[in-house]
């Protein structure tokens, strides 16, 4: 399992988070008829997402090839400021499932939290 670098955004904003998935060799995954999941955890509650993303609901593959992909956040999906824990894992179109990584993602308060109307 790789980790994921230190990911700090703002309450309430939206966000698109970039990754590049890598074999164990250092290679791009490649994501052709892979299924993606990526989670978010506080961190004493790591086996309760208080938000998830699949490559089926808010993740974006903008180069299978090169194993690069977005996970789409909306505005108002992190409300909560505070700190918490990612992580990505990819199905294999094989069934092998591997945790690409897993670090910390800190939500920031904002003096604007909340989305205008």
């Given at each position: 399992?790789?980790?994921?670098?230190?990911?700090?955004?703002?309450?309430g904003?939206?966000?698109k988070l970039?990754?590049?998935?890598?074999d164990?060799?250092g290679?791009?995954?490649?994501?052709?008829?892979?299924s993606?999941?990526?989670a978010l955890?506080?961190?004493e509650a790591?086996d309760s997402?208080?938000?998830t993303k699949?490559?089926?609901?808010g993740?974006?593959?903008?180069?299978?090839?090169?194993?690069r992909?977005?996970?789409?956040?909306?505005?108002?999906?992190?409300?909560?400021?505070?700190?918490?824990?990612?992580?990505l894992?990819?199905?294999?179109?094989?069934g092998?499932?591997y945790?690409?990584g897993?670090?910390?993602?800190?939500?920031k308060?904002?003096?604007l939290?909340?989305?205008?109307?």
């Open positions: 399992m790789s980790k994921l670098q230190i990911t700090a955004v703002f309450q904003d939206s966000v970039p990754f590049e998935a890598l164990a060799k290679a791009p995954e490649n994501l052709d008829g892979c993606i999941r990526w955890s506080k961190p790591i997402p208080v938000l699949t490559s089926e609901n993740i974006t593959i903008i180069d299978a090839a090169a194993g992909l977005l996970v789409i956040i909306n505005a108002g999906e992190l409300d909560t400021p505070g700190q918490y824990v990612q992580e894992e990819i199905t294999l179109p094989t092998e499932t945790t690409y897993q670090g910390p993602f800190i939500v308060a904002a003096a939290p909340t989305v205008p109307e």
